[in-house]
């Protein structure tokens, strides 16, 4: 468990530094090697954890278009919908930015098991998600989350 702590900070740390530089967001990304119960897992409990900063029914998210099909995006749109938020699911985010929150992410394999790294408004989150010898996927630690205050404090 100390490894996967560890990597988690070692992958945090290389996000701290890349955070401030906003001017464009995550690109989404989602490995091929997710698979569709990863994916229901890490799209049921990113949306959870959604809930708490954004309220359904008060909420819209834009999420931009992927180049290809995967196994997390139309899960997370769908998800987002029954939980009562709007989505702007779109290949242009930037023309309908004052119409929700751009919500980015990255759902990729890392070490022996799964990261996923989102960003919303000035916030990037980050979850790291272990491979049991089950072959099934448990959360390793609590979201961590940093928010970009433009170096205020």
Do not use: W
Not at 12 to 24: P, Q, V
Not at 39 to 52: E, G, H, K, M, Q
Not at 115 to 140: C, F, H, M, S, W
């Amino acid at each position: 468990m100390l490894k996967y702590l560890l990597l988690l900070l070692l992958v945090l740390t290389a996000g701290c530094t890349s955070i401030g530089h906003r001017s464009s967001l995550l690109v989404n990304y989602v490995d091929q090697n997710i698979t569709e119960n990863d994916a229901s897992l890490i799209t049921s409990d990113f949306v959870r954890y959604l809930r708490d900063p954004f309220p359904p029914a008060t909420t819209t998210f834009i999420v931009k278009t992927n180049d290809t099909e995967d196994k997390f995006t139309s899960l997370l749109v769908n998800l987002l919908q029954k939980n009562g938020y709007g989505v702007i699911y779109t290949d242009q985010p930037e023309k309908h930015k004052n119409q929700g929150i751009n919500l980015t992410y990255k759902v990729m394999p890392l070490d022996q098991g799964i990261v996923l790294v989102a960003q919303y408004d000035l916030t990037e989150i980050t979850r790291y998600y272990v491979r049991l010898k089950t072959g099934n996927i448990v959360p390793a630690a609590p979201f961590i989350a940093r928010v970009d205050d433009g170096g205020k404090g």
